[in-house]
């Protein structure tokens, strides 16, 4: 049972980033003729598209792709239920739908702050991932290189912002639990 869990869980979170992705690429206003948000569109717009018929943006920000990930994530609450404990009741599954896409969300900031920083020590010349990566997490990353002194070269803002993510997820869970 252990194995379903973890399949079923695993691709509904890889769709759920991508979902959370498109909506963070939007906000942030990131370029959309890079080939990884070319990708991120692609692979969302099947099921983006209906929802912004019924759902427009609003402020530059994606409705329709935030509300596409909720339905995502209580498909996979729902699926778990179902193949796990064979019922299903509509309020577990709408709040811990809710926890699921703010928990993948800071896991999807999370690890574009890692990928970035690794980028950045190996990559050599322009490369259209970091170039991306740059453009979400710079708007979070800009007010803590204000507060945060020079380091010699060294930016640790990264760093904070991750030690920030994983605190507040803590927090999330102890509030939750």
Not at 83 to 100: H, M, R
Not at 152 to 165: A, E, K, Q, T, Y
Request: hydrophobic letters at 60%.
């Amino acid at each position: 049972m252990n194995t379903i869990q973890f399949l079923i869980s695993t691709l509904f979170d890889l769709f759920l980033m991508v979902v959370l992705l498109r909506f963070w690429l939007q906000w942030a206003k990131a370029d959309f003729y890079n080939p990884m948000s070319q990708f991120v569109v692609k692979a969302t717009s099947f099921a983006v598209k209906p929802l912004r018929k019924i759902i427009p943006g609003f402020g530059g920000l994606d409705l329709a792709s935030l509300l596409l990930a909720f339905i995502v994530a209580v498909a996979k609450i729902s699926t778990l239920m179902l193949v796990l404990y064979g019922g299903w009741a509509i309020q577990p599954v709408i709040i811990q739908a809710l926890i699921t896409v703010l928990k993948e969300g800071l896991n999807l900031v999370f690890w574009v702050l890692i990928i970035r920083a690794i980028l950045s020590w190996v990559s050599q010349g322009y490369n259209p991932i970091e170039a991306v990566f740059h453009q979400l997490t710079e708007p979070m990353l800009k007010p803590i290189r204000k507060v945060l002194p020079s380091m010699g070269g060294l930016d640790l803002s990264v760093l904070v912002l991750i030690i920030g993510i994983q605190a507040l997820q803590m927090l999330l869970m102890d509030f939750l639990v």
